[in-house]
């Protein structure tokens, strides 16, 4: 319901305001952008992501284009559609986001419609891949696999920057409200899918949560938190129900950039408490408690050459005591501009722990040390 | 001692020679912006789409210059951003509904002309092209 109510709305802002208050396309600022990038996997051992990538897989590709259109000074209003596939997950086009967008100043704004959940250091960005050097974000906090899930929702934002004195900064507030939605798709439910036991509609529940970034009188050095928590909520599937108690997202982060150089690191734990009740099998607990957190530090070598590394790890504390309950992640990575509009990535992994990334219908008895190259090449305009 | 001296000189010259490429970009404003000094930090914050106001409460627009050795010396002086870098930067805020692109211009003349005729608008241009109607805002 708030779903059909936020889109008739930003759709209105959109033909209404935009053809009322302005008088041509050039009045309107219209600008197109977007990306396309293809990826390649492979793995020594286990079948990562949805893929074959033990034999090597370029089932990997992404791309977004985004229409906007700013018919005055405070009003913007945009569109993004997002091509996805993985393995055998997604492969379809989806509404990223579109929202209305009015900034009163720079201490409050608010932004309605489909709008990016803004969660975490990484979370309205993660699915730009343009945007940052890793081909892989830190799985232990941004599962690729789960992404569809984490986004964006339908609601608002409201949003602004209180400077808190010269000597103390600014702190950016974010504080959001809606309703998310999970496709049949989503790699989430991969399992479920491939033994026919999918969900019947996409997942929904209400979503709330904020945001502060405490940009500290360093030059360079934010500071911040994150608390988003979502409703009680189930799905009925092909065959029975998956339930979710109430649940929160909650991050801690910072982040320091100066020239050349970029540190960052984030703490998140997720708890979501839930049941899988297929027929003809007794209920079974899908509950997961974890924890991730990560170091990353990059270094920008030439105008066109950037090179990092990170450490991240992941435990679920439900999990039983195995190689299952965590994954721990060191990556090396390089990012190549070739000009203005093409980049590459290269990307080695060194994992140990199948919590993350391995499904268990492709393997069923994983291996858990491996490693993972990662390599990708993109346009963005 | 001679090769000492020798490098210490060329560096010297290539010191002065980079201070002088950096006194030639201007800050230009429509005469609406009531500040004639910005912070470079401010101005930062304006050319990445952070803040949309100055100090004095001022509502601004930055725009850019599409290309060029002006455009190349502003990102790098100002923002400390090569312009790929910089562009990558804003389609991240594009794509993330944070804001829109600065519109940009082929050429410094075009931007005078647009500054000047655009309430809150605020660019850069070199020193020597003509810039009557705007104003130069100070950048400390």
């Known amino acids: ?381 | 001692m001679k090769m000492f001296i020798s490098v210490f000189l060329l560096l010297a010259s290539v010191g002065a020679l980079a201070g002088r490429a950096e006194a030639q970009v201007i800050v230009i404003a429509n005469q609406s912006v009531k500040s004639d000094a910005v912070s470079k930090n401010d101005l930062r914050e304006v050319f990445l789409g952070n803040s949309t106001n100055l100090k004095d409460g001022s509502r601004v627009k930055p725009v850019l210059l599409k290309e060029g050795a002006i455009h190349a010396e502003f990102l790098s002086n100002v923002m400390g951003k090569s312009p790929t870098g910089f562009m990558v930067a804003w389609r991240g805020v594009v794509m993330s509904g944070q804001s829109t692109m600065p519109k940009a211009f082929d050429s410094e003349t075009a931007m005078v002309d647009y500054v000047s005729h655009t309430a809150g608008a605020v660019g850069y241009i070199g020193k020597a092209t003509p810039h009557g109607g705007v104003k130069v805002i100070d950048v400390h």
């Open chain 1, 1 to 381: 319901m708030i779903r059909t109510h936020v889109s008739f709305l930003a759709l209105a802002v959109f033909f209404g305001l935009g053809s009322a208050m302005a008088q041509s396309i050039t009045d309107l600022d219209l600008q197109v952008h977007g990306y396309a990038a293809q990826g390649f996997l492979y793995t020594s051992h286990n079948k990562m992501f949805y893929t074959d990538s033990d034999n090597g897989s370029p089932a990997w590709t992404e791309a977004v284009i985004n229409i906007s259109v700013q018919p005055e000074p405070k009003l913007s209003v945009a569109v993004q559609g997002r091509y996805a596939m993985l393995g055998t997950s997604g492969n379809t086009i989806t509404l990223d986001w579109a929202a209305a967008d009015y900034k009163v100043n720079n201490k409050l704004g608010v932004r309605f419609g489909k709008v990016k959940t803004p969660w975490g250091l990484f979370n309205e960005t993660q699915d730009i891949d343009q945007t940052y050097l890793w081909a892989l974000l830190p799985q232990s906090i941004y599962d690729i696999t789960t992404r569809n899930a984490d986004l964006s929702h339908y609601g608002g934002v409201v949003y602004g920057r209180v400077n808190v004195g010269s000597r103390a900064g600014k702190v950016d507030y974010k504080l959001w409200g809606g309703e998310a939605v999970i496709p049949t798709s989503d790699g989430q439910f991969d399992d479920l899918n491939l033994a026919g036991n999918g969900p019947q509609n996409s997942l929904t529940y209400p979503i709330y949560g904020g945001a502060l970034h405490w940009n500290t009188p360093l030059t360079g050095l934010m500071v911040g938190a994150s608390d988003s928590r979502a409703n009680q909520t189930s799905v009925l599937l092909h065959g029975g129900t998956e339930s979710f108690a109430a649940w929160n997202n909650l991050s801690y982060f910072a982040k320091y950039e100066k020239n050349k150089v970029m540190v960052a690191a984030e703490w998140n734990r997720q708890a979501s408490p839930g049941t899988l009740d297929l027929a003809g099998h007794p209920v079974a607990s899908i509950s997961t408690d974890t924890r991730g957190w990560y170091a990353m530090a990059s270094y920008r070598l030439t105008d066109k050459l950037n090179v990092g590394a990170y450490h991240s790890q992941y435990f679920d504390r439900q999990a039983p005591l195995s190689t299952d309950r965590f994954t721990k992640d060191w990556a090396v990575s390089a990012k190549y501009n070739l000009g203005a509009y093409v980049y590459l990535k290269a990307e080695q992994h060194f994992i140990d722990g199948s919590a993350l990334s391995l499904d268990s219908q492709r393997n069923p008895d994983p291996s858990p040390i491996y490693h993972a190259t990662a390599l990708k090449i993109g346009v963005s305009f």
